[in-house]
């Protein structure tokens, strides 16, 4: 597809992106601090549900992190149902093992506990709780015929901020590719947001989605759909990324550092959710589903590249320095160009503190025209400041891809 042609599919996106505009999303209540997650229950059991099927990984699980959260819901007159074999690139079948498990024991709620991926698999399973359509026929936006059974989300990460937005990507794995299901009916009903499960996390999960959270804020910002609320949100998820990030993953046990990085993934997550996403999140989607790798790693490979793409566009150069410089990378009296690439060099910079490998040797060259499709197809859904051809999404793979 030439420019011109991609430039015009874009463009057929128009009424979509003008309802998202419009689009009154909610904000899901938030109950904070540290060793919240036992008072969590309290407040679902305000809901009048009686039991909840907790959506977990086989980490989480394994970490016996969830088990004071069950006996708090106990202590609340709530039973619980665990489903912990949610994996971290959520599939079809995942939905359907847990809805399974759901009906058995005839639960009432959900609850997300654990990373994006779990919260993602609880969206989507509390969604088929009462809807009939497939899962596979969810993909896109607005395709819920019904409200989801009620849904409580628990992040143990600092990334995805899947606890504050409309969507939730499902890993198709006969096609090996990501669906993306949007729709306003996943936000949760309430999320805790405690920075002691957050401290858990190992040093490269702390970076991964960390970056992840730090893309969501970026591609909003530079994205054509920022609003003034999109744009606080994401200027806040900056300054605490770049402030806080690389201090909780030399010291995770710091609970501010992990509570800072706690807001910053909500913060983006409420820009994205508004202002979209964008490159980054396509080339990320369409490789991690084909290869399984990890999201946050992926954008963080694939952010400085994209943003240098970017550099071509004067509006989008001009957004990335208000960023730089709302983010203290650089002076009011330096030019958009020196301090969009003060962004881009500091974003390199975190990634080199944080080991965050610059290029994978997953990528097989013959699968890259199909990456390259599914990817460019993807992006026609989101605000890009910045039209990318073909030849240029193949450059962009070749940057990450090791020789
Ligand atoms: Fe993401």
Redesign the pocket.
Known sequence: MNSIQQATANLSNLPIKMIMARLKIPTPPVLEGAGMVLRFPEVIAVTGVKRVLIVAGPNVSASGMVDPFVKALKQNGIDAVLYDKTMPNPTIQNVYDAVKTYNVHQCDAVVGFGGGSSIDCAKIVAAKATNSIPVEQMDGAFKLRSRTAPFFAVPTTS??GSECSIASVIVNPETKTKNLIADTRLIPLAVCLDPKLAASMPPSVTAATGM?AL??AIEAYVGDMDTSFVRDKALCAGSEIFAHLENAYIDGDNLDERMAMMHAAFFAGEAFTRGF?GYV?AFAHAIGARYNLS??ML?AMLLPHVLRFYLKSKKATAKMSEFAYNAGLGELTEDDKTLAQALIARIEDMNDSMDIPKTTDAIIPEDVPHLVDHALNEARLYPVPIVMTTGDGIQLIASITAR
Request: aromatic fraction near 0%.
């Open positions: 990334g995805s992840d893309t969501h996403v999140h999201h946050g954008n």
